[in-house]
């Protein structure tokens, strides 16, 4: 449906209520709007960059000029046969993606023999953190970050940078990202949208940038590595991390550390290295319940 059919079909509802009941109506769209998908304006700020995002990237958002392997992907059930999708979590949310299966332009299965009944579900994947986890991690597993400094390793199309600058008051908030398409992206939306007073994109391996990662009071590694670099060479980017980043320095993951590490034979002892931060707020636990993503994000301080 266009913006222009769905006004009109607003208006219809709207018209068609008793006249008494339309206040309430009203009232109710807007605490919907306002509380239940978002408590703030971040929200519709994020969208509406998503929105604009999608006209500019392939349909799965992964320029030709990346190299990504999703067989790296240690979770994930397959024989090497399955397909696997990468549908981008800033750009689509959960509704759009039905809507995508509606029309026909996405499925959710493919065929094992060509032209039977016989389907398996398609994995889906993505490599951005969706507006609810980016909203999630600022509001309940970050503390006030005023005069602080935010660095997200891995950047790709930006969300967690427009997330840090619409959810937090983090003075500098800084994207590392290797590939020039998605850097030249990044740099267009926030210039469009005028975000360059707090955030800056480097385009450079961060292994490169030691001074930028041991100024960071945050860091966040949004599956950062996994699908675009060989075993050998996450190993070594980890190693390096180890040995970089300052005490104090909260670190934002997905998947966990434990399980990231798990099989690339880093020889990292964590515990001498991270204290993970249980989260306590017993409306966060409530929301990463019923939001199986969001029990995937782990948060860690430098000791």
Known sequence: MDLASAQKAFISLVTSLEPQDR????TWCKDYLLNDLSDSKAYFDLRTIAEDIK???PTE???PSEEINHS???NLPQTGNEPIIHVDSF???DDQIDALVEEGKLSRNYCKNCGSIDVRPITFISHSASVQRIEF????????LSGKVLLDVGSRLGAILYGAYYCSAASKIIGVEINQDLCTLQNHIIDKYNLRDRIQVICNNVCNLPEIVHDANVIILNNVFECFMPKETQKQIWIWLKNHTTSGTILITVPSMEETLSSLGTGIDISSWLRKIP???PVAVLKMDDQD???EICSYVVI
């Not at 206040?23 to 009203?26: H, I, R, S, V």
Request: net charge negative; charged share 15%.
């Open 23 to 26: 206040p309430e109506f009203l």
């Open 55 to 57: 006209s500019l990237v």
């Open 61 to 63: 958002a992964i320029f």
């Open 72 to 74: 790296n992907i240690g």
């Open 91 to 93: 750009l689509f949310e």
């Open 137 to 144: 991690i600022f509001q309940y597993m970050l503390p006030d």
């Open 279 to 281: 989260i306590t707020d």
């Open 293 to 295: 993503l969001l029990s």
